[in-house]
């Protein structure tokens, strides 16, 4: 099946640093990506959708200034958490969809453990 | 997207089939039924997918009822390693929409 990766896998940073996840799809083009969150205990929430080439469309409640999102390439996206504070402590997920004709199921990539002291 | 109802837990027997059901009474006649898993601190895992009819692949069976407001994934040998979230999803294929993540099923394998 399809790969996605994530990098790193588990960062630590200061409170007001600002940290950036790579999410990279490996052996397909993904016309698509998308950026989820998930807190302990609690299921996946969508943060974003990123189309290669244009703006990502973020998710109601989430601030598109600390959330930096580009997707420069069909096998890239980047998220970058800018002036991280405790709170964006989490699990960061991204996916991406192959978006062959009858093939959308999206892979997702193993996540980033995000701490923020 | 329809919503789903899905069981918060369930156990099931290494070696014997896990039967996870998902209600989805609101679906939509172009909306599909995913299944997906989380074991513990990894990304989701893609196993099926289908509209009306049952599907079966190298993981799992799906069984969609004849009105499609219910499903069932099927486990068929479940193993210690099948112990995850599993989450029953519906909504319209195409590659441009995300996946609305329920609380899922929690199913636990016991030796």
């Known amino acids: 099946g399809a790969v996605v990766s994530q990098h790193p896998s588990r960062v630590i940073c200061k409170s007001g640093t600002s940290v950036k996840i790579e999410c990279r799809s490996l052996?397909?083009?993904?016309?698509?990506m998308f950026w989820y969150r998930q807190f302990p205990k609690q299921s996946l929430m969508l943060m974003a959708t990123?189309?290669?080439?244009?703006?990502?469309?973020?998710e109601q409640g989430v601030e598109k200034d600390k959330f930096l999102i580009n997707h420069a390439s069909l096998t890239l996206s980047t998220l970058t958490v800018t002036s991280a504070h405790p709170e964006d402590s989490s699990f960061y997920i991204c996916s991406a969809t192959t978006g062959t004709s009858g093939s959308y199921e999206q892979y997702f990539g193993p996540g980033t453990r995000l701490t923020v002291t | 997207d329809a919503k789903t109802t899905q069981p918060p837990s369930m156990d099931c027997a290494e070696g014997r089939a896990a039967n996870l059901p998902c209600n989805h009474s609101t679906i939509s006649g172009n909306e599909y039924v995913y299944w997906y898993r989380q074991i513990h601190s990894q990304g989701p895992q893609y196993i099926i997918h289908?509209?009306?009819n049952n599907e079966t692949n190298e993981m799992a069976s799906l069984i969609i009822t004849e009105d499609r407001k219910s499903s069932t994934l099927i486990l068929p040998h479940a193993t210690l390693r099948d112990t995850a979230v599993y989450y029953c999803i519906v909504r319209v294929t195409g590659s441009g929409y995300a996946l609305n993540f329920g609380k899922g099923t929690s199913l636990l394998v016991t030796p």
């Open positions: 289908g509209l009306k």
């Open positions: 990123s189309n290669e080439g244009s703006k990502a469309t973020y």
């Open positions: 052996d397909f083009q993904a016309t698509t």
